[in-house]
Every structure is written in structure tokens, then in C-alpha cells.
Antibody
Framework: EVQLVESGGGLVQPGGSLRLSCAAS????????MHWVRQAPGKGLVWVSR????????NYADSVKGRFTISRDNAKNTLFLQMNSLRAEDTAVYYC??????????????WGQGTLVAVSS | DIQMTQSPSTLSASVGDRVTITCRAS??????LAWYQQKPGKAPKLLIY???TLESGVPSRFSGSGSGTEFTLTISNLQPDDFATYYC??????????FGQGTNLEIK
């Protein structure tokens, strides 16, 4: 059974940093593109970042470029999102998601349960 | 960036009804479109991809159509479990606007 379990969320002050993790199991993690998607309270889904299967290629939404870094450890089946210079508008539930079929431009067929990041003083 | 516009934002319907949600892309995306269902406090669930292909395990009362810039999600014979929020997503590239703003399907 495919499982994605996020952790690392919490309350952080503006300008602070946080590192999210997503532990994957039940599939060949090293074969899939992985993504982060966020959802502010009461709002819609917003794509944040993606990383290819071996970690050599990454992309970011303009709103987080230069502040967030996506990475992965295929030996530990874990996806990361390092978030620096956090702002109030980064407050959201952060989901990790798997790109369907292991290809580059695909929908997301499995999602974690999400981890809440709250940026406030 | 390609932007997705969903309509309506809210839809009221009854069990047994047939409903349609529309998603328009700001430029052509062929059939690189997916639909998701999300219930409160839960992660989104993939329903349809490639505009009309049903994900495994999704009931056949869900169907999708369209290509280019206009797409529809139709739910026939609404069931109580179907009341949720629905999102379209293009995957012809990714940006913060890849998802539509969502349609809240509520019980009339």
C-alpha cells in the first residue's frame, strides 16, 4: 500500500525556517517525481515545488523561489522541503504528492495527510 | 502561466441529481487535465486524468470530457459521499495557478 506521511510542521515566527519531511512507503520511491502542494486555511490548492526521481532537477512556484528548497533522500525514501524566510502568507497545510506513473508532467495519484505550517509572531 | 477558472464556485444539488462542473484554461492544454475530490480535513483524491480517464477505483458515475481550453466534470446519480469540493488541475507545466479555485458541491 502506497503511503506518504508528512511531518515537521508547526508554529514559526516570520523570517524563520522549517524543514518538512515526507516519508514514503509501498512503492519504488526512487522512480517517481515528487511534489509539494499547499493549501491555506479555507482556500484552494497551490502547487509549490517538484523534484525528479534522482533529485537532479527541481522546479518552484514563483512565490517560493529562492526561499524554499526541495530535496530527497532515495536511500531513506524521504522527500524534504526546506523553508526559509517564512512569511505569514506561507501559512498552510503542506501536502506531499506523487506524480502518477513516474513521468515528468502528470497528475498526482497519491497524497499525504498534510502537515500544518503556521507563520505568526 | 496558464490559469484555470472553475465554475460555479458553489453548486447545490440533491441525491440522485446529475451535476456538471466546468473548468477553462487560459490557453490550450490539449487533454492534460485532472480532476480531484477533496473532503474537509482530508487530502485530495485523484478522480480523472487526461481529461476523461477514470482513475482506478473511482465510480463510473464520474466522467470527464473536453480538450484544449474547456473541460467538464459530470457526476451522475449523486450519492451522499459525493458532496465535497472538486478541483481541476492542468499538468501542462506547473505553476502556482495549476489548480482551479475549486467548486464546493453541497447538499440542497
Amino acid at each position: 500500500e502506497v503511503q506518504l506521511v508528512e511531518s515537521g510542521g508547526g508554529l514559526v515566527q516570520p523570517g524563520g525556517s522549517l524543514r518538512l519531511s515526507c516519508a514514503a512507503s509501498g512503492f519504488s520511491f526512487s522512480s517517481y517525481w515528487m511534489h509539494w502542494v499547499r493549501q491555506a486555511p479555507g482556500k484552494g490548492l497551490v502547487w509549490v515545488s517538484r523534484i525528479n526521481s534522482d533529485g537532479s532537477s527541481t522546479n518552484y512556484a514563483d512565490s517560493v523561489k529562492g526561499r524554499f528548497t526541495i530535496s530527497r533522500d532515495n536511500a531513506k525514501n524521504t522527500l524534504f522541503l526546506q523553508m526559509n524566510s517564512l512569511r505569514a502568507e506561507d501559512t498552510a497545510v503542506y501536502y506531499c504528492a506523487r506524480g502518477r506513473g513516474g513521468y515528468s508532467y502528470v497528475p498526482f495519484d497519491y497524497w499525504g495527510q498534510g502537515t500544518l505550517v503556521a507563520v505568526s509572531s | 502561466d496558464i490559469q484555470m477558472t472553475q465554475s460555479p464556485s458553489t453548486l447545490s444539488a440533491s441525491v440522485g441529481d446529475r451535476v456538471t462542473i466546468t473548468c477553462r484554461a487560459s490557453q490550450g492544454i490539449y487533454t492534460w487535465l485532472a480532476w480531484y475530490q477533496q473532503k474537509p480535513g482530508k487530502a485530495p483524491k485523484l478522480l480523472i486524468y487526461k481529461a476523461s480517464t477514470l482513475e482506478s477505483g473511482v465510480p463510473s458515475r464520474f466522467s470527464g470530457s473536453g480538450s484544449g481550453t474547456e473541460f467538464t466534470l459530470t457526476i451522475s446519480n449523486l450519492q451522499p459521499d459525493d458532496f465535497a469540493t472538486y478541483y481541476c488541475q492542468h499538468y501542462y507545466g506547473y505553476s502556482r495557478d495549476s489548480f482551479g479555485q475549486g467548486t464546493n458541491l453541497e447538499i440542497k
